[in-house]
């Protein structure tokens, strides 16, 4: 029998007080080296942004992190790739105040232990911690809009596959083969590809009638109550996929666990942004809605939340619906570009390079692997290659035939155009604008037309143009 590991969130609300110095004793000694380093360089990354002003909170608008006092005092200390020694650290248990952990008394946490489970705490500024491992005071949240140079992107989205390969090197480590999902939000879910963590069982908590934050307190008993009096080797065999469970303490409501993340299709509390489901899969399409990652509906779903504030007149608005929108045609173009070339290298393994324009050449054999050549295509950049497709060069024009031949010179021509247009009101909308909401809300308009323009929008081409280039 191998491990039992429980997941949970960490909280906005922490502890102040005095700190003390920082000890060893964190969740990446227990990674391979080359995953230990990626997780410091994104810990110092996160806190890098931040304090360069470039991660705002869009749904407590509570603005720019960089203003939070918490993290004007974030030391470049060892926790996050730092050298710097400063008596600001508490154990993340100590730390974070929440619903759940205001519940945990120390007699849980030895409980943990003697009982033999593992836990993992999520945070947006860390990604996974151990209860006992010393964090400093922050503020951030893996919803919160990231500025890139060329983009704009959830923290979540940021740390993306950090989180799922730390967690499969963690679950293989530690021989795991039961996870316990007990996240407080389905943006945390969402972060994690589930499906990665192979051979192994994973059950998510939902209850009938909660959802989102509100669920974290019963969450807590439910952990004090009824894991914390078995040992862990005995715990799977309790828990029943499917299977109501009532208590008490659940005031009214009942909690079932279920296998993968909306396998229970009805009778069940999702948070409320579901509400928009029926208008984004009208829209989308049955067959595409299917395919889209959790994280990528998530950020639908919260796009249309920002344009339904925008129809108010919420001017404030444009740009998180924009760059929510955008997020998700990266992800997608990425994914689109990763199997686009991985077919076009299988085709033509004697080509070297790709032509984007005069003097641009994407090397397809980089020294740093094939995550590099997805990394020197950029949204420009696939236009560039898609326009190049409509001007057919002859017998060396093997991408502009795999292109053509795929997709058709019609719609490639149509993408150009649609594509070129949202890329220009992303561009133009990175930052709050000052014209008047009716010119506003008139330009957004278009752009969510083009969005959703069905066979159309670039979103289909990328989602299709995916699934073509993986068969």
């Known amino acids: 029998m191998g491990g039992v590991l429980i997941v949970v969130s960490c909280s906005r609300d922490k502890a102040t007080g005095p700190g003390r110095p920082y000890e060893p004793g964190s969740f990446i000694e227990s990674l391979p080296e080359s995953m230990r380093l990626k997780v410091v360089e994104m810990r110092a990354s996160v806190r890098k942004k931040i304090k360069n002003g470039k991660v705002d909170d869009l749904y407590q608008r509570e603005g720019n992190r960089k203003d939070r006092s918490s993290n004007q005092s974030l030391a470049a200390g060892p926790d996050l790739g730092g050298r710097e020694q400063l008596p600001v650290y508490l154990k993340a248990r100590e730390r974070y105040q929440g619903r759940l952990f205001s519940l945990m008394i120390e007699d849980d946490w030895a409980k943990i232990k003697e009982l033999g489970y593992n836990v993992l705490i999520l945070s947006g500024m860390y990604g996974w911690l151990l209860p006992d491992e010393m964090i400093q005071n922050y503020d951030c949240h893996l919803s919160d809009r990231v500025q890139l140079e060329d983009r704009v992107m959830s923290l979540g989205s940021i740390w993306g596959a950090f989180l799922t390969e730390a967690l499969v090197s963690y679950v293989n480590v530690k021989n795991i083969d039961c996870v316990i999902d007990l996240l407080s939000e389905e943006s945390y879910q969402n972060a994690i590809n589930w499906p990665r963590l192979k051979k192994i069982s994973v059950l998510h908590r939902v209850f009938k009638k909660r959802s989102g934050p509100n669920i974290v307190p019963y969450l807590a008993l ?43 299709v009805d009778g069940v ?58 997020e998700i045609l ?59 497709s409509l001007r057919t060069t002859g017998a060396g024009d093997n991408m502009g035939e795999l292109l053509r031949r795929s997709f058709g010179e019609s719609r490639i021509r149509l993408f150009v155009s649609y594509y070129g247009s949202l890329r220009t009101a992303r ?33 289909t081409l990328f989602l299709e143009g995916r699934s073509m280039f993986e068969r």
């Open 222 to 264: 439910y952990l004090k109550n009824e894991i914390l009096t078995l040992k862990a080797e005995d715990l799977p065999a309790r828990i029943r996929p499917g299977f109501f469970i009532e208590k008490d303490y659940f005031e009214g409501d009942q909690l079932v666990f279920e296998s993968a993340i909306d396998e229970i």
């Open 269 to 326: 509390g999702r948070e409320d942004k579901r509400k928009y489901d029926s208008t984004l899969i009208e829209r989308i399409g049955k067959g595409l809605w299917t395919i889209l990652t959790p994280i990528d509906k998530d950020n639908l779903r919260v796009a249309e939340h920002f344009y339904q504030e925008l129809l108010l007149d919420k001017s404030e608005m444009a740009s998180p619906m924009v760059h929510k929108y955008w």
């Open 330 to 388: 990266e992800t997608s173009r990425e994914a689109m570009l990763r199997a686009l070339i991985a077919r076009f290298k299988k085709m033509f393994p004697a080509i070297a390079s790709l032509e984007i324009r005069r003097n641009q050449l994407i090397d397809l054999n980089p020294a740093e692997g094939f995550n590099q050549i997805v990394a020197d295509i950029n949204a420009g950049s696939t236009q560039r290659i898609f326009e190049n």
């Open 427 to 459: 561009n133009e909308y990175k930052r709050s604008v000052t014209k008047p909401i009716i010119s506003v809300k008139q330009e957004l308009e278009e752009f969510r037309r083009k969005f959703f323009a069905g066979r159309d929008s670039p979103l």
